[in-house]
């Protein structure tokens, strides 16, 4: 047994690895404030009229809608707020049909637009509403039918033959169920006010609480009764199923449909069944989010990426990011940005997110654009900028990622963030004086690399120790502790002496 000194702990001030975030810390990325709103806002005017006259007319037309949110909070709220714009103006609710892509590959795939067009050939259905998905340039998407874009990711440009409305001409950027939460208020102040809460636990899921006093006043809408701790942990529930694997997210959308509060929800009042579903996906998430959230970062050769590499069947990456970006210090100033790449979420594709480092935020004043390092990233070699495809860089400046094969994504880490070899750097390290039994204590863990330096599976249950977490000097020690121990062992027993009984 190791002495209690060594047992697996926290790691402390005097550890060389940088400390993991606190579970419950997850910065969100940050807005400028500002004192007062530009004179189209949070969209051009133009995009929002027509987006109502395209509701009006869907809403009128006798054949089915088809409606395409995005799989997590901000998607499904904005996707529920536009569901009820289009029952007030009295559209059966038989004829709003919901789909939601395969996580496989993004909405924009080849695979993914043909399922679409299969659907709106089958049910001839006339309009199709896509709901925080980004946007990308080219022709129109869809075969049949009129097409509605209602998006606030950052895009070059829209597909053609397409009614768009986007908040991306229009700083500060809001969420998508802020821009369609302002796109239906004119419609009804009654719908507005029922809407409120939807559009607030989408802004709360993609930038956090603060968020709402980032923005000028009555600029977002604000209502006492919904306390920002039931929106918060609303957010963490709609989020749950689509994180796990599969990231079907039906019963997150089922649960939002006609609940008239988030405290019904929060209270367990509303489709009781739909809430246990979503809890026991949040804690199932939650248990494996605490198996890899220790992994420890890599660095690129120039220290400006922290690289976490992950296999998990669950989306647990965008988190991982975003948790090391909000505790990171910086390699000597240079880190600027946190990259996660989880191998096991889809099958035959590795998914990166990426996050901007808060520090660095900071210190460059909110000018690290994370797209564009993506792309340069990948610039530095031609065969990986041609392997990335249209996925890389998709998302927000300060949180984006792609999906690449696991081909490209290996050529991207050795030729383009150039992550020095774990087993020649510590050669190296011991050669200048490190000491050898850093080499000799890590020298398994180095052969089995490639899912973080952390030690994981069997040995973690079974209260291994974790020797990234300790000092040079604390390895030496431990290395000395076992020598002693085998030193013990190989001395011969001792053979008792047999006490001589005295004669009477």
């Not at 969420?175 to 009804?188: E, F, G, Q």
């Not at 949040?282 to 992950?310: F, H, Q």
């Not at 000799?440 to 052969?447: I, K, R």
């Amino acid at each position: 047994m190791l002495a209690p000194i060594f047992q697996r702990r926290a790691p402390s001030r005097a550890l060389t690895m940088p400390k993991p975030p606190p579970p419950n810390t997850i910065p969100k990325p940050t807005l400028p404030a500002l004192k007062a709103l530009p004179d189209e806002w949070p969209a051009p005017v133009a995009h929002l009229e027509a987006g109502r006259a395209f509701l009006r007319e869907a809403a009128a037309s006798p054949h089915p809608v088809l409606l395409l949110p995005d799989r997590d909070a901000d998607g499904i709220t904005a996707g529920t707020i536009i569901n009820r714009a289009l029952r007030f103006l009295e559209k059966k609710p038989e004829h709003v049909l919901v789909h939601f892509w395969s996580p496989a590959a993004p909405l924009y795939s080849p695979e993914n637009i043909q399922a679409v067009n299969e659907m709106i050939e089958k049910y001839s259905i006339s309009h199709t509403i896509i709901i925080d998905q980004g946007s990308r340039p080219g022709p129109r998407l869809f075969t049949g039918g009129k097409i509605m874009v209602v998006d606030h990711h950052h895009t070059e440009s829209f597909p053609s033959d397409t009614t768009m409305v986007s908040a991306l001409p229009c700083p500060p950027v809001v969420t998508s169920s802020i821009l369609a939460h302002k796109l239906v208020t004119p419609l009804s102040e009654e719908l507005a006010e029922d809407t409120t809460w939807l559009a607030l636990t989408g802004l709360y899921a993609d930038l956090g609480p603060a968020a709402a006093g980032l923005f000028p006043p009555n600029a977002v809408p604000m209502l006492r009764p919904h306390r920002k701790m039931h929106l918060t942990q609303l957010v963490a529930l709609l989020n749950a199923p689509r994180r796990a694997p599969g990231g079907n997210p039906r019963a997150a959308w089922d649960l939002l449909q006609l609940c008239p509060s988030p405290n019904n929800i929060n209270s367990g009042k509303w489709r009781s069944d739909l809430i246990n579903h979503c809890k026991r996906a949040k804690a199932s998430w939650g248990n494996e989010l605490g198996l890899v959230a220790r992994t420890a970062p890599k660095w690129s050769e120039d220290g400006s990426v922290a690289l976490i590499e992950i296999d998990s069947a669950w989306q647990v990456h965008p988190v991982v990011a975003q948790r090391w970006a909000g505790s990171l210090k910086g390699k000597a100033g240079k880190t600027k940005i946190v990259l996660c790449a989880n191998k096991g979420w889809v099958h035959g594709k590795v998914n990166v997110s990426g996050r901007v480092v808060a520090e660095a935020q900071a210190e460059d004043g909110g000018d690290v654009d994370l797209i564009k390092m993506l792309w340069d990233l990948a610039a530095r070699d031609e065969d990986v900028l041609k392997g990335v495809g249209e996925d890389w860089g998709r998302g927000h400046t300060q949180a984006a990622g792609g999906s690449v094969t696991p081909a490209v994504w290996k050529k991207f880490v050795q030729r383009c963030l150039k992550v020095e070899d774990k087993k020649k750097r510590k050669l190296a390290a011991a050669a200048e004086g490190e000491g050898e039994a850093e080499v000799e204590v890590e020298g398994e863990e180095a052969e089995g690399e490639g899912e973080g330096e952390a030690v994981e599976g069997e040995e973690r249950k079974q209260g291994t120790l974790d020797t990234w977490m300790l000092t040079p000097r604390q390895k030496k020690a431990l290395k000395d502790k076992e020598a002693l121990k085998d030193k013990k062992l190989k001395k011969p027993p001792k053979v008792k002496k047999e006490k001589k009984v005295k004669k009477e």
